[in-house]
């Protein structure tokens, strides 16, 4: 998504509420919210955080750890290009993420510190230049005092880090860099970059209540990250006390709001600014050709919220999902076709966009998928307007 802080800091907010959440009574299980009852609706919100938020998070960690690995251990072309390999994994599990920036990603600042772009070059070959004759990670004060600097870059820097930081680093005009043509330095900003992009997916881990391992909370420990708020207890216990949802209605809406977040930010932003001229620099990936392929996945995110689950196969919702019980409603059942229909478009149209992006944004192509994504957000807005 692109960074510049799209999405406003909420400690406070989230600091004021209470971690005590109350469950609901038997009772309460068939009230009515409006279209559905309250059970329905806490059964997909519950089904979303367990099965699409924190399983698709807990992959994207996973990714993140085996892209640390690979990247330690490159010694020649080859490791350079498995690394590149699992860039591209892990890169797949974030971009299947981006439906749901509404919680610790956009409250902790993990979105823009993940997913910054485009890279600041001019900075990075500054740092490259200044310490050029010293060895990052090395013994003597000179390299631990320029060690740190860089160290701070990454880890509290918002344009030379993340997933872009990374493939700067590792690929080169779509392609795995040799490994002879990386530097001392080039190789240990890559390493630490990945590092932090490990601990980052870890915090979306634990905000959202997902197990992590020892090893891995004492690296959260280690920063000192304890997030103020269970988002996935927060998001399934909606209309109780404690909760930042008011009712159960507003947190199943908020899966579409995420969906439509996204949407647009690919339709306006990751193709629109460049294909329409406004900004022609402003490409996602561009050092991997992995463009399209990010503005699928960012739509298969949608799918993913939409249809439950965080690999989801054929056109078939799961029955706790968000479309899965709308498809049974009456009220909802062709407002709910009307948005397969149109995701379905959105996504044959990027899949057939002209490749790489890079050097073909002003294809036709391009505007045909713009078109299709705004079919797709207005048949979700005609969707959400039924909830209630």
Known sequence: MNKIFKYSMMFAAALAFTMGFTSCS??????????????????????????????????????????????????????????CETWKQSRKWWEFSEAFLFGAAGDYALDPHTDTWPFDKKQFESYMKL?????????GEE??????????AITNGQNLTGFHAVEYLIFRNGEARHFADMTHNEIYFAK?????????????????GGSVSADEQALLDEVEFKSSINYGENFKNAGNAGSTYSTVVLASKEIIAG??????????????????????NYIESPHAHNSIQDFYDNI??????????????????????????????????????????NLENA?????????????????????DAMEALDGLEESLNTLNDLLD
């Open 259 to 280: 969906a439509n977040d996204i949407i647009g930010e690919v339709r306006d932003s990751k193709i629109g600014a460049p294909a329409t001229g406004e900004d022609v």
């Open 192 to 208: 630490a970059a990945a590092q932090d992009l490990y601990l980052s997916s870890l915090k979306l881990v634990s905000a959202w």
């Open 300 to 341: 298969m995110s949608v799918k993913h919220a939409l249809y439950g689950g965080c690999t989801v196969d054929g056109t078939t919702p799961e029955a706790k999902s968000l479309i899965g019980i709308c498809l049974k409603n009456d009220k909802t059942k062709a407002a709910a076709q009307n948005v397969m229909t």
């Open 26 to 83: 038997d009772d309460d299980n068939d009230e009515h919210v409006g279209t559905f009852n309250s059970n329905e609706l806490k059964e997909v919100n519950a089904d979303y955080v367990d099965n699409t938020v924190v399983a698709t998070y807990r992959n994207l960690a996973d990714y993140n750890k085996q892209l640390v690995a690979d990247i330690n251990a490159m010694s020649d072309d080859a490791g350079v290009a498995k690394a």
């Open 143 to 152: 390299n631990e005092l320029a060690t740190d600097n860089i160290n701070d």
């Open 347 to 367: 996504l044959s149209k990027i899949s057939s966009m002209k490749k790489p992006f890079v050097l073909y944004y002003t294809d036709q192509s391009a505007k």
């Open 131 to 139: 310490y050029k004759d010293l060895e990052l990670g090395g013994e």
